[in-house]
């Protein structure tokens, strides 16, 4: 069989028409332009190496070494589109190159049959991922109802696919605070209600804190400045003095600089109906509960949650390991970012394709 002769040109191959009958109208390679067909690096990439066809450059054929260089130096990330374009060919996708690396259609169908369902971007696990291409990207696919699918290139060249969809986490608790009102002690680093009724009251039925004895609730800071908020308590320092909700946020955001950001979460958790528990054990801010009936009968936790800056960068191999995490326990991990005045939940879970 006669090799398809084609011509690298920037950042495209291009080939004649007759590429059109044996590679766009058969397996759906490329994209026609003008009376001939233009083709991606990557998808260049795999046809020559399957030896589809021939390419030059200025009169000289390159082979599939002499090409790849070529490609890593005209595209950034080459090499790892190319892996995962390799990849998704080989489990019998279709695919094609687009603004966010890969559309890919469904198994079984193929372009002008139906259209893609999965965006793909590729990330290199060394690189930071700003959270903020992270939802643009998913906004993008669910805005016109696709799957976001993030794919990780580690160092071996293994591929990790990471499902990534926006989530609006809803409760099922009726009363978000009891009706009492009490006074209570910023201490060190946490806050402690001292009448045994409220103490009573707020741990069995609001089911905050951790009851320091019999009698006595103690508090962690976002927990007492939510029943702050609410009017449940008031604060007052160790001499007497009663905090202004201003001087708590300060003198907690002292404590702990990410104070006020893990409070928000905290808050819009609450307010849509959840119990919203320390996650120190998992490694997480939270961890969050749709419903309690009974302190006695604490059922597993749906969530865990992290409070993440509108700015953050994640560390991929600290994304996989808390995602990892919450697999192994049976829950979902969700990501609180802040926007604007509002917080936007990224549910980030392993998958595969």
């Known amino acids: ?3 398809l002769k084609t011509q690298l040109k920037g950042d495209r191959v291009l080939a004649g028409k007759e590429a059109l009958a044996e590679l766009y109208k058969t397996g759906y390679f490329g994209r026609p332009k003008g009376e001939g067909l233009e083709l991606s690096l990557v998808e260049a990439a795999f046809l020559l190496s399957r030896g589809k066809l021939e390419i030059e450059l200025e009169g000289i054929l390159l082979d599939f070494r002499a090409f790849f260089e070529q490609a890593s130096l005209r595209q950034p990330n080459f090499e790892l589109k190319y892996i995962v374009y390799k990849d998704l060919k080989e489990r019998g996708y279709y695919v094609q190159p687009s603004a966010a690396d890969f559309r890919v259609y469904p198994r079984g169908s193929h372009p002008g049959k139906s259209a893609a369902n999965i965006f793909v971007h590729v990330q290199s696990e060394r690189q930071l991922l700003p959270v903020k291409l992270l939802q643009d990207s998913v906004a993008s696919a669910e805005n016109v109802h696709k799957q976001f699918i993030l794919a990780v290139v580690d160092e071996e060249s293994d591929l990790t696919f990471y499902e990534v969809k926006t989530a609006v986490p809803k409760g099922g608790m009726p009363e978000l605070y009891p009706a009492v009102k009490t006074d209570a002690t910023f201490l060190e680093d946490r806050v402690i209600v001292w009448d045994a009724q409220a103490s009573e009251t707020l741990y069995s039925k609001g089911f905050y ?6 009698e006595r609730l103690q508090l962690s800071l976002v927990e007492s400045l939510y029943l702050f908020s609410t009017g449940v308590i008031t604060v007052r320092d160790r001499k007497g003095k009663v905090f202004s909700f201003e001087e708590f946020i300060e003198k907690a955001s002292e404590i702990e600089s990410s104070f006020l950001r893990k409070y928000n979460a905290y808050k819009n958790l609450r307010d849509s109906g959840h119990v919203v528990k320390t996650g120190f054990k998992f490694g997480t801010n939270f961890r969050v509960y ?7 009968k604490i059922p597993h936790s749906e969530y865990l949650v992290n409070a993440i800056p509108a700015d953050f960068e994640f560390r991929l191999s600290v994304m996989s390991g808390a995602v990892r995490l ?3 326990v049976r829950k979902t991990m969700l990501f609180a970012v802040e926007k604007g005045e509002e917080i936007e939940y990224l549910d980030i879970s392993r998958t595969k394709m």
């Open 290 to 296: 749709r419903k309690v009936e009974s302190i006695e």
């Open 326 to 328: 919450a697999n192994s």
């Open 209 to 214: 804190g951790k009851m320091l004895d019999s």
């Open 1 to 3: 069989m006669n090799l």
